[in-house]
């Protein structure tokens, strides 16, 4: 199994550029969540979605910030626009109703936003 | 509010030494409780997880960790530590909110370093 796939694995963008970010969940896997690290702020969950369904949103930051789950094998993170503070790693991480709250984290994706 | 706290942002221990990482929560109901392990440039690695029995949960890389519910803890131990145990360690809880949905809850990290 591939695990959880992430891409870009770097970006670096401008203050007020649109990103977004991709992942691909391990199959079989139906419950998705999107994480952000930063020094300050440590770890944040920021949404997850259970059957492609949000579930818990209540760790986005702002209206800039968006996220997606088309079908069950992916899902994009968007920021818009975006602004120095969100320079962070995001990690996508996946779940199964099997593994009963165990999560799979991606390699994360390392934002700079200058 | 429900919440994990890791009391302790670092912790010290010689190469052979036992270790553990501290972790106490505060949530309703019976919560499901986890240990994960993160390594410089990467993802979070699942250690081990507590959901019902056994008060003593063993994971990988000779982990284990004790649910206590009286004292609401769940500390990460192991017998003797390695030099590449040196990492970020994090606890985290899944419980239920009062939408009946479930939280994820993680607490802010406990950095272990190992000494030769």
């Known amino acids: 199994d591939a695990g959880v796939i992430q891409s870009p694995r770097h970006e670096v963008t401008e203050m007020g550029q649109e990103v977004t970010l991709r992942c691909k969940p391990i199959s079989g896997h139906n419950s998705l969540f999107w994480y952000r690290q930063t020094m300050m702020r440590g770890l944040e969950l920021l949404i997850y979605?259970?059957?492609?369904?949000?579930?818990?949103d209540s760790g986005m930051p702002e209206d800039r910030f968006s996220a997606k789950m088309p079908n069950a094998s992916f899902s994009t993170l968007k920021i818009q626009p975006s602004e120095p503070r969100d320079s962070a790693v995001y990690f996508c991480?996946?779940?199964?109703?099997?593994?009963?709250?165990?999560?799979?984290f991606g390699p994360g994706t390392r934002l700079t936003v200058t | 509010a429900q919440s994990v706290a890791q009391p302790e942002d670092q912790v010290n221990v010689a190469e052979g030494n036992p270790l553990t990482v501290k972790c106490t929560y505060s949530v309703s109901g019976n919560p499901y409780l986890f240990w994960y392990v993160q390594y410089p440039n990467r993802g979070l690695q699942f250690l081990l997880k507590?959901?019902?029995?056994?008060?003593l949960v063993k994971g990988s890389y000779g982990f284990e960790a004790e649910f206590n519910k009286s004292q609401t803890s769940f500390h990460l131990k192991k017998p003797s530590a390695l030099v590449s145990d040196s990492a970020l360690y994090f606890c985290a809880v899944r419980a239920i909110s009062t939408s009946g949905t479930y939280k994820y809850i993680f607490g802010t990290g406990t950095r272990l370093k190992v000494l030769a």
């Open positions: 507590y959901i019902t029995g056994d008060n």
């Open positions: 979605f259970n059957n492609n369904v949000p579930i818990d």
């Open positions: 991480a996946t779940s199964s109703d099997r593994l009963r709250g165990e999560q799979y």
